[in-house]
């Protein structure tokens, strides 16, 4: 009877969780450092420390789709930014180039990584110095209205911190343009 009760709980989350929503344990979420919203998952959130007299930085993350349906990334806010904008950088001929993107797709089952040299979100007109270990607030707000309030960590420049498989890990690359490939 006991394994009854544990199959149909299985097939209950199985199909909670293919019409995108989540159950989860608040503990658990916190010690993995995700933040979610309603079939979407934010995973090592972070922006490298500005240059002394600069006030504008970059926001990086990966950002999973584990609803059933298509995801659209419109704007991102943050209060400790007077502007934060959706960006793409490529390298073409040895150039690095910069584009603003008007939003994200993110198709279910999918994870777009916001990382240095492609996705990121530009942020410009720091409010306040951040300092290497702050943390700041922003909002990844959706086209169909959803918004998921994330949590930055300030990281060293140069370090770049990376998920794969929920493991979270720092490394330190040489991130100048001459070194992109």
Not at 37 to 46: K, N, P, Q, S
Request: proline fraction near 3%; aromatic fraction near 8%.
């Amino acid at each position: 009877m006991f394994k009854k009760y544990l199959v149909l709980l299985a097939l209950a989350m199985a199909i909670f969780q293919s019409f995108g929503f989540t159950i989860s344990n608040a503990e658990s979420d916190a010690a993995n450092a995700n933040q979610s919203g309603r079939g979407l998952v934010v995973e090592t959130a972070w922006s490298p420390a500005s240059a002394p007299g600069m006030n504008t930085s970059a926001l990086y993350f990966s950002l999973t789709n584990i609803g059933c349906l298509t995801a659209v990334l419109e704007t991102v806010e943050s209060p400790g930014f007077r502007h934060a904008h959706l960006h793409k950088s490529s390298l073409s001929d040895g150039i690095t180039t910069m584009e603003s993107v008007a939003q994200v797709e993110i198709s279910a089952g999918q994870t777009a990584y916001f990382k240095p040299g492609g996705l990121h979100v530009m942020l410009m007109g720091a409010t306040r110095s951040f300092e290497i270990g702050d943390q700041f607030k922003v909002s990844l707000n959706f086209q169909d209205g959803r918004k998921i309030a994330v949590t930055a960590k300030v990281t060293a420049p140069g370090a770049v911190m990376m998920s794969d498989g929920g493991s979270k890990h720092q490394h330190d690359h040489d991130l100048s343009p001459m070194s992109m490939n």
